[in-house]
């Protein structure tokens, strides 16, 4: 069987720190003093693909949905082993619905194959950590006509199948996909790897293959984000340093934690 | 279109109703139609478990396929029941299968799903204004959805579950499946031993970057073993590599709900926030007063985790002593 052919979707996000703010037009995530990052599971989608690429000496591309700045984050993952990009360029803006995102990414991957053959496996991140809409993977398998399992938290590709580990309460449960095939990764399946000072000196040179985002607007639409309303804190000092430890266990048996 | 009802979409395990349909049923009451359960691999009590929810109708979908969980294939059942019954809208909880099934049904039938509402109403209309959560629950978005069918999930935990007694007429819903579909099932489970776990434990210490090394939780799981919790841990703990991503509390881990919450030189950055804001009660324990974890909780310690715990233990083990 010829090398194994894997891409991996992410999506460009603002870093929030401790508190996120919104625009004055109610929009968008306020970013202007925060740097940009890859979704959470996205990272570990990322790791995964190398991993795979590198085990079964196979090739990793890197495909996003957005705006020209998110060259950036095309770049970071190839900076820890990705070794092609593409830019699904999103220019009128970043309010893309679930529907018209899925339709451009499944048009896109299937330029991409026809070009260069087709994908054995399509990783996604589980859900972005900013719209966390749940089903951007899934329509794009659909589209695609491939099999498709979410929450991936182990991923073992054999000759023909994929076996899947999936974390449910109790323990895990098990998925067996036939190849090619699509899968939503979360974190914790791995520990992605930092980048070294020559996997960025590499990443620089990686063309980023841009294709235009098609795709009709869906029938979910944004009219604004907005701050759930916070109860007012106010928080209590129980003491300063080893000294409180009192006050902390007479407020533990407060709380009714405390059997002594 | 019969816009005269809503069809929910039931989790189980096993046989045992998920909290999260429960929640689906309450919510979906609001919508002022009659509700419709659609159960695969239904047995008679989880059509009573719908029929005390106020599901009038309780559908059993019926196919090979469909006897353990295969998310497409249950997905695409429900797509063809909503083709035979033309409801107003499809309703699941916002779960790890509630929201992959709804997905499909929306891929399926290529209509627009909104995951993770807050809530729903009876105004209806050809569009819907609803709000759902962004970021965890750190932001939220108010959305228009329109559609002929409106396929919406309830985030968990937002609407409390209100038992309501109906008489059901019970139904079976043969779909046709095609045989790919099989790949799709899940092929097996491994249970873990039981015990307390980060969502079942009342008492949860948690700690962060401030904790410094894997070797510096040590006073963290003394205090939690005394108290018959567990330990947590923050992104940036699981990020070092310090501590295993089970532990991980936050947005892209565990969500905990503990009577107290032990925060300890943990900052308090919106992913952690988010898994921890459920807590009861949150004592933060920090060097720094300013720290976010501090001036949201309810609860602080100023102070060094690394001197503050121990004393903690002392203390309870002295008064157990005593």
């Given at each position: 069987m010829s090398s194994l052919r894997i891409a991996v979707c992410v999506k460009r996000v603002p870093a929030p720190g401790s508190r996120i703010n919104v625009t004055a037009d109610e929009q968008s995530v306020d970013a202007a003093n925060l740097g940009f990052t890859t979704s959470p599971h996205e990272e570990c989608a990322v790791e995964a693909a190398v991993q795979l690429a590198e085990a079964h000496g196979g090739s990793a591309t890197v495909i996003t949905l957005g705006p020209p700045e998110a060259e950036e984050q095309l770049r970071y993952a190839a900076s820890v082993g990705i070794g092609s990009a593409v830019l699904v360029s999103a220019?009128?803006?970043?309010?893309?619905d679930p529907q018209r995102t899925a339709a451009a990414l499944a048009a896109a991957i299937e330029s991409v194959e026809a070009r260069d053959g087709s994908f054995d496996v399509i990783l996604f991140g589980n859900e972005s950590a900013d719209a966390g809409g749940f089903q951007v993977g899934i329509r794009v398998a659909r589209a695609l006509g491939r099999p498709v399992v979410n929450g991936a938290k182990g991923i073992d590709v054999g000759d023909a199948s994929v076996t899947i580990r999936r974390a449910i309460d109790a323990g895990f449960e098990v998925y067996e996909l036939p190849r090619p095939c699509v899968i939503g990764v979360k974190e914790g399946i791995n520990l992605p790897r930092y980048p070294t000072m020559k996997g960025r000196l590499a990443s620089k040179k990686v063309a980023v293959d841009v294709i235009e985002g098609l795709g009709e607007p869906g029938g979910q639409a944004r009219v604004r984000l907005h701050r759930p309303a916070e109860k007012a804190s106010s928080t209590i000092v129980l003491g300063h340093?080893?000294?409180a430890a009192s006050a902390v266990v007479d407020l533990l048996a407060e709380l009714g934690v405390l059997a002594l | 279109m019969s816009a005269n009802e809503v069809i929910v979409i039931i989790e189980h395990d096993r046989g045992t109703i998920a909290s999260g349909s429960l929640e689906a049923l309450t919510a979906a009451r609001a919508l002022g139609v009659d509700v419709v359960a659609a159960v695969c691999g239904g047995t008679d009590s989880l059509a009573a478990a719908c029929a005390g929810c106020g599901a009038s109708v309780v559908v059993d979908l019926v196919h090979p396929l469909l006897a353990d969980y295969n998310p497409q294939a249950w997905g695409e059942a429900v797509a063809q029941l909503v083709t035979e019954r033309a409801p107003a809208a499809v309703v699941a909880c916002g779960t790890e299968r509630g929201n992959e099934t709804l997905a499909h049904a929306a891929a399926s039938l290529d209509l627009p799903m909104v995951a993770n509402v807050l809530r729903l109403d009876g105004s209806g209309g050809a569009s819907w204004a609803l709000t759902r959560v962004q970021w965890g629950g750190s932001l939220l978005e108010d959305v228009t959805l329109n559609a002929p069918v409106k396929l919406v999930s309830i985030s968990h935990h937002a609407v409390e579950m209100q038992p309501l007694a109906v008489a059901e007429q019970r139904v079976t819903f043969v779909p046709v499946l095609e045989d790919a579909l099989a790949s799709g099932i899940v092929r097996d489970r491994v249970v873990r031993e039981s015990g307390v776990t980060l969502t079942t434990a009342p008492v949860v210490v948690g700690g962060g970057r401030?904790?410094?090394?894997?070797?510096?939780?040590a006073p963290l799981e003394e205090l939690a073993s005394l108290l018959g919790g567990v330990v947590g841990c923050s992104r940036a703990v699981t990020n070092n590599g310090w501590?295993?991503?089970?532990?991980q509390v936050g947005q892209t881990g565990t969500r905990i709900a503990p009577d107290?919450?032990?925060?300890?030189g943990i900052s308090g950055a919106i992913q952690h926030w988010v898994g921890a804001m459920a807590s009861k009660k949150i004592l933060a324990i920090n060097t720094?007063?300013?720290?976010n974890m501090v001036t949201r909780a309810d609860y602080a310690v100023i102070g060094d985790l690394h001197q503050v715990i121990p004393a903690i233990s002392e203390e309870i083990r002295r008064r157990r002593n005593a």
């Amino acid at each position: 069987m010829s090398s194994l052919r894997i891409a991996v979707c992410v999506k460009r996000v603002p870093a929030p720190g401790s508190r996120i703010n919104v625009t004055a037009d109610e929009q968008s995530v306020d970013a202007a003093n925060l740097g940009f990052t890859t979704s959470p599971h996205e990272e570990c989608a990322v790791e995964a693909a190398v991993q795979l690429a590198e085990a079964h000496g196979g090739s990793a591309t890197v495909i996003t949905l957005g705006p020209p700045e998110a060259e950036e984050q095309l770049r970071y993952a190839a900076s820890v082993g990705i070794g092609s990009a593409v830019l699904v360029s999103a220019a009128d803006g970043l309010n893309w619905d679930p529907q018209r995102t899925a339709a451009a990414l499944a048009a896109a991957i299937e330029s991409v194959e026809a070009r260069d053959g087709s994908f054995d496996v399509i990783l996604f991140g589980n859900e972005s950590a900013d719209a966390g809409g749940f089903q951007v993977g899934i329509r794009v398998a659909r589209a695609l006509g491939r099999p498709v399992v979410n929450g991936a938290k182990g991923i073992d590709v054999g000759d023909a199948s994929v076996t899947i580990r999936r974390a449910i309460d109790a323990g895990f449960e098990v998925y067996e996909l036939p190849r090619p095939c699509v899968i939503g990764v979360k974190e914790g399946i791995n520990l992605p790897r930092y980048p070294t000072m020559k996997g960025r000196l590499a990443s620089k040179k990686v063309a980023v293959d841009v294709i235009e985002g098609l795709g009709e607007p869906g029938g979910q639409a944004r009219v604004r984000l907005h701050r759930p309303a916070e109860k007012a804190s106010s928080t209590i000092v129980l003491g300063h340093g080893p000294e409180a430890a009192s006050a902390v266990v007479d407020l533990l048996a407060e709380l009714g934690v405390l059997a002594l | 279109m019969s816009a005269n009802e809503v069809i929910v979409i039931i989790e189980h395990d096993r046989g045992t109703i998920a909290s999260g349909s429960l929640e689906a049923l309450t919510a979906a009451r609001a919508l002022g139609v009659d509700v419709v359960a659609a159960v695969c691999g239904g047995t008679d009590s989880l059509a009573a478990a719908c029929a005390g929810c106020g599901a009038s109708v309780v559908v059993d979908l019926v196919h090979p396929l469909l006897a353990d969980y295969n998310p497409q294939a249950w997905g695409e059942a429900v797509a063809q029941l909503v083709t035979e019954r033309a409801p107003a809208a499809v309703v699941a909880c916002g779960t790890e299968r509630g929201n992959e099934t709804l997905a499909h049904a929306a891929a399926s039938l290529d209509l627009p799903m909104v995951a993770n509402v807050l809530r729903l109403d009876g105004s209806g209309g050809a569009s819907w204004a609803l709000t759902r959560v962004q970021w965890g629950g750190s932001l939220l978005e108010d959305v228009t959805l329109n559609a002929p069918v409106k396929l919406v999930s309830i985030s968990h935990h937002a609407v409390e579950m209100q038992p309501l007694a109906v008489a059901e007429q019970r139904v079976t819903f043969v779909p046709v499946l095609e045989d790919a579909l099989a790949s799709g099932i899940v092929r097996d489970r491994v249970v873990r031993e039981s015990g307390v776990t980060l969502t079942t434990a009342p008492v949860v210490v948690g700690g962060g970057r401030g904790v410094g090394s894997p070797e510096g939780f040590a006073p963290l799981e003394e205090l939690a073993s005394l108290l018959g919790g567990v330990v947590g841990c923050s992104r940036a703990v699981t990020n070092n590599g310090w501590r295993n991503h089970t532990d991980q509390v936050g947005q892209t881990g565990t969500r905990i709900a503990p009577d107290i919450y032990f925060a300890c030189g943990i900052s308090g950055a919106i992913q952690h926030w988010v898994g921890a804001m459920a807590s009861k009660k949150i004592l933060a324990i920090n060097t720094d007063k300013d720290a976010n974890m501090v001036t949201r909780a309810d609860y602080a310690v100023i102070g060094d985790l690394h001197q503050v715990i121990p004393a903690i233990s002392e203390e309870i083990r002295r008064r157990r002593n005593a």
